[in-house]
């Protein structure tokens, strides 16, 4: 179908500070925006795909009792009647949560991710659980063992992985936010390719519990939205020290949403030399040197920086990745959760039986990589080098940010691709992500947001990168930039 400004497009296309803003004032209510949703989804996910999970009964249940705290004007926050929707990897209780595996097809959780607390006491409506490569491994979202993802712009092309249920559905305006998680540019890439906003927050900014794990080291919670205030919204909701999570860093979570005015003037904005190199779609560099020029005229002072090490990114993320992967999913065997294959004989044919019916391809490939490095006489050779050029990867950024206070760039060499056109070359996948993986590895925090399009139409993304704990000033320098544009109001024209 045709996008058309009608009623129900006109309540899902609404931002998070828009829709709150009128909640607050009570000209529309919790419920009338998630029934808005709901139809909304049901008219375009045969397109998009982006759903595995509607809740609808749950959701006009938190609606209720959403416009009840709203009416009797209880404290409530940005989200207070938001419809949101869950990336498949967060715990839920009682609701089915897949990793997008047949492994964990019917798996119902018995309690929930902190994130899924966290937004239930901000009173924000949950209306599902949206598609993802399996166990978040992937690019493209076209690994997922339950159904392809396309992006709402060009259904023929990929919305982006692994967290492409988590774009796709902000992008085709079926809720007003989403969460994801960020292992290598699993938010960035999708929020790239769908043309919205999408933020890797700092490591440990947000609470892993509850997510199921990929690489405990690399693996972060962040949000989805239209807009950079929208983003900053979501994370303040569930940004914030967790006892239940070790890695959880126990500082105050900033204001965010009070610290996004200012602009960018007298700021300096660094370039790394090693993001516009070969490879780099020239629309995308074009788009993206547009970007750049607009923050000069906004008063921002561009330098270029060096971060030498960025061209080992990628071997050494799909070292460590891939080793953590291999310890983390050796809990899936058919003993405690999930399928359950070949139990009637012996029980490493079972385990084997178990993981061969359970797992897909890639990560199957990428369990015997991790299986492979870590194994005797290959983990001096392989991961814990890679562990010591992650070091040489992360102190790069420490002396760039010595010379400006955030690094800009693209967030990835091109736009979206056809569906199916890298499935068959691993390595091409791989390198969708040179620009996004070096962040994870040093742990900082990045946000994409849209600032441009090819000639086919298809959305580019800007990667904006901060020193540790501040997102505030990466939220801040995109505020600026996006007020100074229109790329956000942009919509897909979805065909059913």
């Not at 937004?119 to 076209?142: H, I, P, R, T, W």
């Amino acid at each position: 179908m045709s996008v058309t400004m009608s009623a129900i497009e006109q309540l899902s296309s609404l931002s998070i500070e828009e829709a709150s803003a009128l909640l607050r004032k009570r000209e529309l209510s919790s419920r009338e925006l998630t029934e808005a949703c709901l139809q909304r989804i049901e008219s375009s996910d045969e397109a998009v795909g982006s759903f595995l999970e509607i809740t609808a009964e749950l959701a006009l249940e938190q609606a209720g009792r959403a416009d009840q705290r709203l009416a009797a004007g209880d404290d409530v926050c940005a989200l207070t009647g938001i419809p949101v929707a869950l990336k498949d990897i967060f715990l839920t209780k009682g609701v089915r949560t897949t990793c997008a595996s047949r492994l964990l097809e019917n798996f119902v959780p018995t309690f929930d991710s902190t994130v899924s607390e966290r937004l239930y006491q901000a009173g924000a409506v949950l209306v599902g659980k949206v598609n993802m490569d399996e166990f978040a491994m992937g690019s493209s979202c076209e690994n997922s063992a339950l159904g392809n993802t396309r992006n709402p712009w060009d259904q023929q092309k990929v919305a982006g992985g692994s967290s492409g249920g988590s774009a796709a559905c902000i992008a085709a305006r079926q809720v007003l936010g989403s969460y994801g998680t960020d292992t290598g540019g699993s938010i960035r890439l999708p929020a790239s390719y769908c043309g919205i906003t999408g933020m890797k927050p700092t490591y440990g900014r947000v609470s892993r519990y509850g997510v199921i794990a990929f690489a405990s080291s690399l693996d972060q919670v962040g949000p989805l939205a239209t807009t950079v205030r929208g983003a900053a919204a979501l994370l303040e909701t569930v940004a914030g020290h967790d006892r239940r999570d070790s890695t959880s860093i126990k500082e105050p979570v900033p204001d965010y949403l009070g610290l996004l005015e200012g602009g960018v003037e007298g700021m300096r904005i660094g370039v790394p030399r090693q993001y516009f190199v070969e490879g780099i779609d020239p629309q995308v560099a074009s788009a993206v040197h547009a970007a750049l020029a607009r923050f000069e005229e906004l008063g921002a002072q561009i330098i270029e920086v060096d971060l030498p090490h960025s061209e080992y990114a990628v071997a050494t993320y799909y070292l460590v990745a891939t080793a953590e992967a291999s310890s983390n999913l050796g809990r899936y065997d058919g003993v405690r959760y999930g399928i359950r294959r070949g139990g009637d004989g012996a029980l490493l044919d079972m385990y084997g039986a178990t993981r061969n019916a359970g797992f897909g391809t890639e990560v199957k490939r990428r369990i015997m990589l991790g299986t492979y490095v870590l194994s005797a006489g290959y983990y001096d050779a392989y991961y814990l080098k890679a562990m010591k050029v992650r070091t040489l990867i992360r102190r790069d950024f420490l002396r760039a940010f010595e010379q400006c206070d955030v690094i800009a760039g693209p967030t990835s060499p091109g736009t979206a691709f056809e569906l199916g056109s890298r499935t068959a070359d691993p390595l091409a996948m791989y390198m969708s992500d040179v620009l996004t993986i070096s962040v994870n590895l040093a742990g900082l925090p990045a946000l994409s947001l849209p600032c441009g399009a090819d000639s086919h139409g298809m959305p580019v993304g800007l990667q904006i990168i901060g020193k540790a704990l501040d997102e505030a000033s990466v939220f801040k320098t995109a505020a600026a930039y996006e007020a100074s544009t229109d790329w956000h109001h942009r919509l897909p024209e979805i065909s059913s």
